[in-house]
T-cell receptor
Framework: GAVVSQHPSRVICKSGTSVKIECRSL??????MFWYRQFPKQSLMLMAT?????????EQGVEKDKFLINHASLTLSTLTVTSAHPEDSSFYIC?????????FGSGTRLTVV | AQKITQTQPGMFVQEKEAVTLDCTYD???????LFWYKQPSSGEMIFLIY??????QNATEGRYSLNFQKARKSANLVISASQLGDSAMYFC?????????????FGQGTRLTINP
């Protein structure tokens, strides 16, 4: 079946630093990648949608300069949290689609101290 | 706009019993897709079952079945013969259109606990 590898699974960073999260589709071409954020005991909140080679489309209220998304190839998309602050601590999860189904990464738990 | 509503924050069921998790949706689209995902404590999202709006038969996948009532706009998940490993968060989600990489809209989720 389709597999999406997401790294790192956990990261702790200092306030003010940047963190990059990678999602790779291992056995299919991900024409579209979705990035979600999930707070404890809450649902997944879509942050942005990216298509390979195009600029990401951000959901209302999501700061595009803070959450940089790059989807340079059909198998790799990255989310960079810039100048992270404690309120950015959360669970981030990607989902890749080839136009038919959706395959989720295993998620990244970010803690900003 | 699309909306998914899951009204059961938590469900407690005895092992081996069947359980129904409720999901209602609202959309103005004629064609759409409905998904159910399981999220264990590890955080991964596990795809369980899919129902297209034009599918006449209710979807089934092993112990999972989807009770699709289009007129009522409901898509309840039925888990038969529950197991301890079924304890997890369950999310209902909708996609506008029956294909294409459109975004998924998720419900609030239901935490299912299976008691031995």
């Amino acid at each position: 079946g389709a597999v999406v590898s997401q790294h790192p699974s956990r990261v702790i960073c200092k306030s003010g630093t940047s963190v990059k999260i990678e999602c790779r589709s291992l056995d299919f071409q991900a024409t579209t990648m979705f990035w979600y954020r999930q707070f404890p005991k809450q649902s997944l909140m879509l942050m942005a949608t990216s298509n390979e080679g195009s600029k990401a489309t951000y959901e209302q209220g999501v700061e595009k300069d803070k959450f940089l998304i790059n989807h340079a190839s059909l198998t790799l998309s990255t989310l960079t949290v810039t100048s992270a602050h404690p309120e950015d601590s959360s669970f981030y999860i990607c989902s890749a689609s080839d136009g038919y189904g959706y395959t989720f990464g295993s998620g990244t738990r970010l803690t900003v101290v | 706009a699309q909306k998914i509503t899951q009204t059961q924050p938590g469900m407690f069921v005895q092992e081996k019993e069947a359980v129904t998790l409720d999901c209602t949706y609202d959309t103005s689209d004629q064609s759409y897709g409905l998904f159910w995902y399981k999220q264990p404590s590890s955080g991964e999202m596990i795809f369980l079952i899919y129902q297209g709006s034009y599918d006449e038969q209710n979807a089934t996948e092993g112990r999972y079945s989807l009770n699709f009532q289009k007129a009522r706009k409901s898509a309840n998940l039925v888990i038969s013969a529950s197991q301890l490993g079924d304890s997890a968060m369950y999310f209902c989600a909708m996609r506008g259109g029956i294909q294409g990489a459109q975004k998924l809209v998720f419900g609030q989720g239901t935490r299912l606990t299976i008691n031995p």
